[in-house]
C-alpha cells in the first residue's frame, strides 16, 4: 500500500507551476482592464490545480495498466511501482476531476456563464483520453496541442473571461505566451522518456520527430513568450517588459537541452522548465496589472 509521501509524488507536484501560472497571468490580464474578481480567480485556480494532479493521476493509472511505466526514469510512479493499485490510482483521478467539477460549476453559477459547462467538459475528457482509453491522443503525438489548448488558452483566456465577462488582446498574447512554456513542459518530459516510450509503442511527438528536431522545438517554445512579451511592450506599455527578466533562467534550462542531455539528466530541467514558466507567469502578472 502506497504511503502519504508516495501518493503526493504520484500527484506530481512539480507540474503544477502549470497550472498555477495561467490563473496567476488571466488573472493579470484582468487587472489591466480594472476587472479583478479575486474570489473568482481562487475558484479558477481550484479548477486548474484540481484538473492538473486528475490528469497525473489519469497518465499514472492509463500508463501503468498498459506497461509503459515498467522501465520509467522519470518521476515516481504509482501503479508503475507497484506502490498503489490500479484502481486505486483511477478512483483518485476521478476524485481530482470531481473537485475540479463542483468547483467549476460553483464558478459558472457565479459568472451566469452556462456554456462554459462544455468547456469544463472538454478539459475533463482531453484530461483523461490524454493516455485513457482505447486510443489515447497522448500516444499519436497530440499531447502538447491539447496543453496549449487547455493549459494556455482556455485557461488564460478563461480566467481572464470569468472576472472581465469579456476577452481582451492582451489575454489572447499572454495565453500563446504560457501556452508555450506548458508545451515545453510537456515536451521535455517526453524527450527524457522517448526510448522507454518509442520501446513501449507510445508515439509522443518527440518520437514522432526524433531527437534533434525535438531539442531545437523545446529551444523555440522557450523563446516564444519572450517575443510576445516584446510585443506587449510596444503596443501595452513598457511594464510589461518586467517579464523579460525571466530570459536568464529560461536560457539556463534550454542549454543542457541543446548540449545532448539525457535520461536522468534531464529531470533537473523538467524543474527548471516549471520553474520558468512560474517566474515568468508571476512578472507578466505584475506587467499586465501595472500596465
Not at 189 to 209: C, E, S, Y
Request: charged letters at 10%.
Amino acid at each position: 500500500m502506497a504511503t502519504s509521501t508516495e501518493w503526493v509524488q504520484g500527484a506530481r507536484p512539480r507540474t503544477l507551476p502549470a497550472a498555477v501560472s495561467p490563473v496567476l497571468v488571466g488573472t493579470g490580464a484582468a487587472a489591466a482592464v480594472d476587472a479583478v474578481h479575486l474570489g473568482r480567480a481562487l475558484l479558477a485556480l481550484i479548477v486548474a490545480v484540481a484538473l492538473q494532479v486528475g490528469v497525473n493521476f489519469a497518465n499514472d493509472y492509463s500508463d501503468g495498466i498498459r506497461g509503459t511505466d515498467d522501465d520509467r526514469v522519470g518521476p515516481f510512479r504509482l501503479v508503475g511501482s507497484g506502490s498503489a493499485a490500479a484502481q486505486r490510482v483511477k478512483l483518485a483521478a476521478w476524485l481530482s476531476f470531481a473537485v475540479a467539477g463542483v468547483t467549476g460549476l460553483t464558478l459558472i453559477t457565479l459568472t451566469e456563464q452556462w456554456w462554459l459547462l462544455g468547456v469544463g467538459g472538454l478539459a475533463v475528457a482531453a484530461a483523461w483520453f490524454y493516455t485513457g482509453g482505447t486510443r489515447p491522443y497522448g500516444y499519436r503525438g497530440l499531447g502538447e496541442i491539447a496543453v496549449f489548448v487547455f493549459f494556455g488558452l482556455v485557461a488564460v483566456m478563461g480566467t481572464t473571461y470569468v472576472q472581465a465577462e469579456r476577452l481582451t488582446a492582451s489575454s489572447f498574447v499572454a495565453a500563446v505566451a504560457v501556452g508555450s512554456l506548458a508545451c515545453a513542459l510537456l515536451l521535455v518530459n517526453n524527450i527524457r522518456d522517448a526510448p522507454q516510450d518509442a520501446a513501449a509503442g507510445k508515439r509522443t511527438l518527440a518520437v514522432f520527430l526524433g531527437e534533434q528536431r525535438s531539442r531545437v522545438l523545446f529551444a523555440a517554445l522557450m523563446s516564444v513568450p519572450f517575443v510576445l512579451v516584446l510585443a506587449l511592450t510596444v503596443t501595452k506599455g513598457p511594464w510589461l517588459a518586467i517579464a523579460l527578466l525571466a530570459l536568464p533562467l529560461a536560457w539556463r534550462t534550454v542549454a543542457p537541452v541543446l548540449r545532448g542531455e539525457r535520461g536522468v539528466l534531464l529531470i533537473p530541467v523538467l524543474q527548471k522548465t516549471g520553474l520558468t514558466g512560474l517566474v515568468f507567469a508571476i512578472l507578466l502578472t505584475i506587467g499586465l496589472s501595472l500596465s
